[in-house]
Every structure is written in C-alpha cells, then in structure tokens.
C-alpha cells in the first residue's frame, strides 16, 4: 500500500492509538476472536516505527501469557466487542447520531453493521484524522470495501478544550439522542477536562442517549510495577503511566446520575466471563482498576437546566 504519514509524531496519546490498532489486529486473526476490525493493521503497516510489532497470534511469543500483546491485547479486544456491542444497542434501539470522542484509529464506522441512517462523528486532532483518511486511500485491493451503511464525519477539535461548538456545525443535532463513546479517552485528561467532557457529554444529551467510558481508580506502588507497563516501554515505545493523568479523579458516575442518568461501573473481568474469554484478574492486576461505565438517559425525562436548552425530538 501507499505510504501514509503517522498521526503526529507517532508518540504519546498517538502511539496508543497504534498500540490498540495492534492489538485489534492480533484480536481479528484469533481463533476465538471477539471482535474484528480488518483495518487495524494497515493503520500499524503504514508506521516504520511499528514495523517489529506482531499483528497475529502466532506472532506473540508468549501467547495470551505475555504481558503487552497477549493479555493487554486481550483487554483491548474485549473492550472493543463491548463497545461494538453497546453503540449497535443503542442504533438499533432508534439512536440515529453516534459520536466517537478521541476516535483514534477507531474503524467502526466502516466496519459495524449499522442500521441505515446512522451518522457516526469521529472526534479527534487534525493529524490523527488526516492519517486516517490518508490509509484509508491506499487501502489495498484484498481490503474489505468499507460498509457504507453509516455516514462518517470526521471533526478536527483537541478535546481537552471546547469542540461542541466544531460538533453541531459538523450537523450533529443536541435533540436527537445520542450514542457517545470515550473509549480510554478519560484515562489522560485532567480533571478539570474530563469534568467538562462530562458536562458537554450530559448538555448535548436528548432523552434516549447513551454514554460509554472508561474510568482508571489510583494503583499501588506494586501494580504500577507491573510487567504490563515496562513492556509496553520497552516493546512499544508506549509509557503508560507517564500518559495517565495525575491527580484526584472525578466521581463522574455519581455526577451522571445525579442529572439524571442510570449509570454503572463495571470490572472488565464481568465481560471476560460473560464471553469466556478475555484476561482473568490475577493478583495484583493494573486492569483490576479500569472501570467500563455504561450510561443511559431515559426517554421520559424531562431535560433539566444542565441540558442543551433545545426540546427533545424522537430518535
């Protein structure tokens, strides 16, 4: 395929994004895959940098055993069949808009089977959306043809300040409901940025919405030692913990319900044995402090003052 440059400066936030592309890829060519994405691996193909990182199962040495590709990118892969499952939900429940906030190299809307009428947002930097659209070019021929069954719009903002205004003029609608997904998003914004996502999340929210994000609760000394994250330095160029935001989090849970919102958090090992396959808590695990928090807003509420100041409309 065609050379494509990598989202700016293939480090930081930017190489995670590459990080679970990787994963998504080994997760595809699973035997017991749980979910697919066919072109995650040409998002890593087009990155030098990544040219030594396994895009098969057979390629991880240490199978599922092995710390970064086997039982992190086992993480990533039921963490995405989760979301897949959630967002199809709420489509199929009538939710015509879903907005990706940090897309990333996230394909969903080439890849899912929407119901036809769907509009998916994809929100994130410039450069992360350009090398996008720039892989998606050179796809080569034995590339699946994207399904087009969803509108794909894709809406330049930096998300750690204002973008609400860069999503309505994009065509988003603050009446319709909406299906919203941060997906690892939160895990590197400040406070005070994940709680004005919240906020913007809960305005733009007609009855009917739907949220889904990932919430990290503070680690010990001994699982921020884990052998998860010193081979993500090592194999991937990726430090993790240097990435996650320091400080005091949000209860944003409690702050969703508090507007009227049902929302749980849920330990990513629930999934793994509802599926029967995924990564088992063991002693001391760094994926024991990740939160999945599904949230919906009701159709029968009546939006209060924090909502968008538009009336509802059906879905």
Same mark, same amino acid.
């Given at each position: 395929?065609?050379?494509?440059? +990598? +989202?700016?400066?293939?480090?930081?936030?930017?190489?995670?994004?590459?990080?679970?592309?990787?994963?998504?890829?080994?997760?595809?060519?699973?035997?017991?895959?749980?979910?697919?994405?066919?072109?995650?691996?040409?998002?890593?193909?087009?990155?030098?940098?990544?040219?030594?990182?396994?895009?098969?199962?057979?390629?991880?040495?240490?199978?599922?055993?092995?710390?970064?590709?086997?039982?992190?990118?086992?993480?990533?892969?039921?963490?995405?069949?989760?979301?897949?499952?959630?967002?199809?939900?709420?489509?199929?429940?009538?939710?015509?808009?879903?907005?990706?906030?940090?897309?990333?190299?996230?394909?969903?809307?080439?890849?899912? =089977?929407?119901?036809?009428?769907?509009?998916?947002?994809?929100?994130?930097?410039?450069?992360?959306?350009?090398?996008?659209?720039?892989?998606?070019?050179?796809? =080569?021929?034995?590339?699946?043809?994207?399904?087009?069954?969803?509108?794909? #719009?894709?809406?330049?903002?930096?998300?750690?300040?204002?973008?609400? !205004?860069?999503?309505?003029?994009?065509?988003?609608?603050?009446?319709?409901?909406?299906?919203?997904?941060?997906?690892?998003?939160?895990?590197?914004? +400040?406070?005070?940025?994940?709680?004005?996502? #919240?906020?913007? *999340?809960? &305005?733009? !929210?007609?009855?009917?919405?739907?949220?889904?994000?990932?919430?990290? &609760? =503070?680690?010990?000394?001994? #699982?921020?030692?884990?052998?998860?994250?010193?081979?993500?330095?090592?194999?991937?160029? #990726?430090?993790?913990?240097?990435?996650?935001? =320091?400080?005091?989090?949000?209860?944003?849970?409690?702050?969703? *319900?508090?507007?009227?919102?049902?929302?749980?958090?849920?330990?990513?090992?629930?999934?793994?044995?509802?599926?029967?396959?995924?990564?088992?808590?063991?002693?001391?695990?760094?994926?024991?402090?990740?939160?999945? *928090?599904?949230?919906?807003? !009701?159709?029968?509420?009546?939006?209060? +003052? !924090?909502?968008?100041?538009?009336?509802?409309?059906?879905?």
């Amino acid at each position: 395929m065609a050379e494509a440059k +990598p +989202p700016a400066a293939a480090h930081g936030v930017a190489r995670t994004a590459l990080l679970v592309a990787a994963a998504r890829a080994i997760e595809t060519h699973r035997a017991d895959a749980l979910a697919a994405d066919p072109y995650a691996e040409h998002f890593v193909h087009a990155e030098p940098t990544c040219a030594d990182w396994p895009l098969r199962p057979e390629r991880v040495a240490g199978g599922e055993a092995d710390p970064l590709w086997g039982r992190l990118g086992r993480y990533f892969g039921l963490r995405t069949r989760v979301v897949d499952d959630f967002l199809l939900g709420a489509a199929r429940a009538g939710v015509r808009q879903v907005v990706l906030l940090g897309a990333g190299l996230d394909t969903r809307a080439h890849r899912l =089977p929407w119901p036809a009428g769907r509009t998916v947002y994809e929100l994130d930097r410039r450069p992360v959306l350009a090398f996008k659209a720039r892989v998606h070019a050179a796809l =080569p021929p034995s590339a699946p043809a994207p399904d087009e069954r969803a509108r794909r #719009v894709a809406v330049p903002v930096d998300l750690a300040g204002p973008w609400e !205004s860069a999503l309505t003029d994009a065509g988003f609608d603050p009446g319709r409901p909406t299906a919203w997904l941060a997906e690892g998003l939160l895990l590197y914004l +400040p406070e005070a940025a994940e709680r004005r996502l #919240v906020d913007t *999340v809960d &305005r733009l !929210s007609a009855p009917g919405s739907a949220f889904f994000y990932e919430i990290k &609760r =503070p680690e010990p000394p001994e #699982v921020r030692a884990d052998a998860m994250y010193t081979r993500a330095v090592r194999d991937a160029g #990726v430090d993790l913990l240097a990435l996650f935001a =320091p400080g005091p989090r949000p209860d944003s849970v409690a702050d969703l *319900v508090a507007r009227g919102w049902s929302a749980t958090a849920h330990s990513p090992f629930t999934f793994a044995r509802r599926h029967g396959r995924g990564p088992r808590e063991i002693p001391h695990d760094p994926l024991a402090a990740n939160r999945w *928090v599904l949230a919906h807003r !009701s159709r029968s509420e009546s939006r209060g +003052p !924090s909502a968008a100041g538009r009336p509802a409309a059906p879905g």
